[in-house]
């Protein structure tokens, strides 16, 4: 079992240039999550999906899209990268909405935009 | 809106030296509270969940407890190998499984 696998892994940007995340898990989960983690800042959630087909704003959405078109894959897009885009993207999963779940992880996704 | 505070920021023990780590959480219905351990570069790790006050849960060398307005992370005889960055979080009633995490609290453990 794979878990949650997230690529690339390490991306340098200029400032107005696009990408995309792509997060991939192989557990079924349905629920599945985009964060950034900021020095100082903690672990904020960007946007997230409760099902195939849907996606929703979470904490800090501005500046970034989302896609969830299979149920194993959540895509995040930078459509204009900007310098305070400069992150580590972490991409969660979990089974569904019940507190006995738990998110896994992925290794996350160092993007830098100089 | 709820709020997670972890302190201390950062945390320096020698081996066999017991401390705790506190988590201290604003939230209007608490569904669960969540500690992970982040080793550096890698994604966060489970270790615990809390529902309610007065439950406790233990990991080897890992005790976490909850109270109705804050939680600790007793780390007994630590080694280097529990040198890490632990993570509170917590999850409210009603919310989409959306977890507010705290800042953490960066551990090292000398031997």
């Known amino acids: 079992n794979a878990g949650v696998t997230q690529t690339p892994k390490f991306r340098v940007l200029k400032t107005g240039q696009s990408m995309t995340l792509l997060c991939a898990q192989d557990?079924?989960?349905?629920?599945m999550y985009w964060y950034r983690q900021d020095p100082g800042m903690g672990l904020r959630l960007i946007h997230y999906?409760?099902?195939?087909?849907?996606?929703a704003k979470g904490e800090v959405p501005d500046g970034y899209n989302v896609s969830r078109l299979k149920k194993q894959n959540f895509l995040l897009g930078l459509e204009s990268a900007a310098p305070s885009q400069t992150s580590v993207y972490f991409c969660?999963?979990?089974?569904?909405?019940?507190?006995?779940?738990?998110?896994?992880f992925g290794a996350g996704s160092r993007l830098t935009v100089l | 809106e709820d709020q997670v505070t972890q302190s201390p920021e950062a945390l320096r023990l020698q081996e066999g030296e017991s401390s705790s780590l506190n988590c201290s959480y604003t939230?209007?219905?608490?569904?669960?509270l969540f500690w992970y351990r982040q080793d550096p570069g890698k994604g966060p790790e489970f270790l615990f969940t809390?529902?309610?006050a007065g439950e406790e849960k233990e990991k080897e060398r890992l005790k976490a407890t909850l109270t109705k307005k804050e939680s600790f992370l007793h780390i007994t005889a630590p080694k280097p190998e529990d040198s890490a960055t632990y993570l509170c979080?917590?999850?409210?009633?009603?919310?989409?499984?959306?977890?507010?995490f705290g800042k953490g609290t960066l551990l090292t453990v000398n031997p």
């Open positions: 557990m079924n989960h349905e629920y």
């Open positions: 979080a917590v999850l409210r009633k009603g919310s989409n499984y959306k977890l507010t």
């Open positions: 809390l529902y309610s």
């Open positions: 999906s409760v099902g195939e087909g849907t996606t």
């Open positions: 969660a999963s979990t089974k569904s909405g019940t507190g006995a779940n738990v998110l896994t």
């Open positions: 939230v209007s219905g608490l569904r669960g």
